[in-house]
């Protein structure tokens, strides 16, 4: 029998404490079924409100971080008020009301008094520089490009156009338009290299030293970081293998690796990967997010532009996702998760994150066979282990 108020307590309970609140599977379950019963109880009205309005978290997150008002409320002692936080971020009164009370509505910050506010935990998270980098990527980067998607799947274009050029009104690829938005650029760069920190990596099934150090000399090239971004790779290996033999070496665009770590025994090399690859029988060959970049015809040319250097012991390493063949059921963990982020290359690359099949074909086609592929997250991040064939 129904119980409103037994479940109004209960989900309190929750609130109070949610990290405790039954195991990990059944956070999960309530989680899904917190938002089924959420729309389930919407009016027509409500849901129209909720979908019409759906970008406005990320628009409103933005102004909070770039706008000072989280930082604003951070410093301060005890509640702030309208005055300070119009002065310091520089907005008139008025349009920070609303943009308050809706940061309200959103459990990011809490009105503790009338027109007098405090931080929460979500401020708080907003200021971590990962968030702040995902939140400027997505929103300054990709939103424009979300938002011209169903223009260029309703209308033709010659191939080359990708809906982030359409929003952007640009004719540069991302990459090349990041050149010229240099705090674009560093924001996504930064949000590569720190978005899976607290997930598990290819080195956790990889062992680095038993499959590439074999007989391996202090001449030998045992890690080539292809399109590496900012080069965060480099000191998860060296953590797992402090005497590792031989060299490592991050490529990328010159551009980025001005930008990129600095970290003891890592080279650099200014490489296109659309180009021959110059570094001949390096032990490994690493593409981390490269692939899901482009479609298979340039895949292919990227990978068989290293098959000429590829020697006896080198072997190919993507680390990408490779999503079942058999697509999970709708509400399994992740899900939403891979899916909008294949929605997202589709927006920026006009490409889509793979399939186990997908990768087969395409790496068969490559002229490489696959050896293993070994899944380290629940989200499907796998590093695929392929050598010439
Ligand atoms: C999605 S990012 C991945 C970066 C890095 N592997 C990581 O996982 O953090 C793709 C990288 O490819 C680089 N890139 C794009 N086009 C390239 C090209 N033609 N040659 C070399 N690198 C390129 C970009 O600068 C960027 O760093």
């Not at 202090?218 to 965060?232: A, E, K, L, Q, Y």
């Not at 480099?234 to 490592?248: A, E, F, N, Y």
């Not at 490409?351 to 186990?356: A, D, F, I, K, Q």
């Amino acid at each position: 029998m129904a119980a409103p108020q037994l479940l109004i307590d209960q989900l309190k309970l929750l609130i109070e404490s949610p990290e405790t609140y039954g195991n990990e599977e059944q956070r999960h379950e309530i989680k899904r079924l917190g938002r089924l019963a959420s729309v389930a109880l919407e009016a027509p009205f409500e849901t129209m409100q909720r979908l019409v309005y759906s970008l406005l978290p990320l628009v409103a997150a933005r102004i909070g971080q770039d706008c000072a008002l989280f930082s604003t409320l951070e410093a301060s002692q005890g509640p702030s008020d309208l005055a300070e936080l119009s002065g310091a971020s520089g907005l008139e009164p008025r349009i920070l009301e609303s943009i308050m009370d809706y940061l309200c509505t959103q459990g990011i910050v809490v009105e503790a008094e009338k027109q007098r506010y405090m931080p929460t935990k979500l401020s708080h998270l907003l200021l971590v520089p990962l968030f702040n980098d995902a939140v400027t990527h997505f929103h300054d980067n990709c939103l424009p490009g979300f938002a011209a998607l169903h223009r260029i799947l309703k209308e033709p274009w010659d191939s080359h156009m990708t809906a982030f050029k359409l929003g952007q009104h640009t004719d540069e690829d991302f990459y090349t338009w990041l050149e010229t938005h240099p705090a674009n650029q560093a924001a996504f760069h930064r949000f590569m290299e720190a978005q899976f920190a607290s997930l598990p990596t290819w080195l956790d099934v990889f062992d680095v030293k038993t499959e590439l150090g074999r007989d391996a000399g202090p001449t030998d090239i045992m890690f080539v970081d292809v399109g590496g971004g900012n080069g965060s790779q480099c000191p998860g290996l060296t953590k797992v293998w402090p005497d590792m033999p031989g060299k490592m070496i991050l490529q990328d665009k010159p551009q980025v690796l001005e930008k990129a770590l600095r970290v003891d025994g890592m080279e650099m090399m200014g490489h296109d990967f659309l180009t021959e690859q110059p570094v001949r029988d390096a032990r490994a060959y690493y593409f981390r997010q490269v692939m899901h970049n482009y479609d298979d015809k340039i895949c292919i040319a990227i990978l068989k532009a290293h098959g000429g250097a590829m020697g006896e012991h080198s072997v190919i390493l993507i680390d990408d996702k490779v999503l079942p063949d058999d697509g999970p059921p709708t509400g399994s963990p992740g899900v939403e998760y891979t899916a909008a982020l294949s929605l997202a290359m589709k927006v920026v690359f006009d490409s889509m994150e793979r399939r186990e099949s997908h990768w087969r074909d395409l790496l068969h086609r490559a002229g490489l066979a696959i050896q293993d592929i070994r899944k380290f997250t629940r989200f499907h991040d796998a590093i695929i282990v392929a050598r010439k064939v």
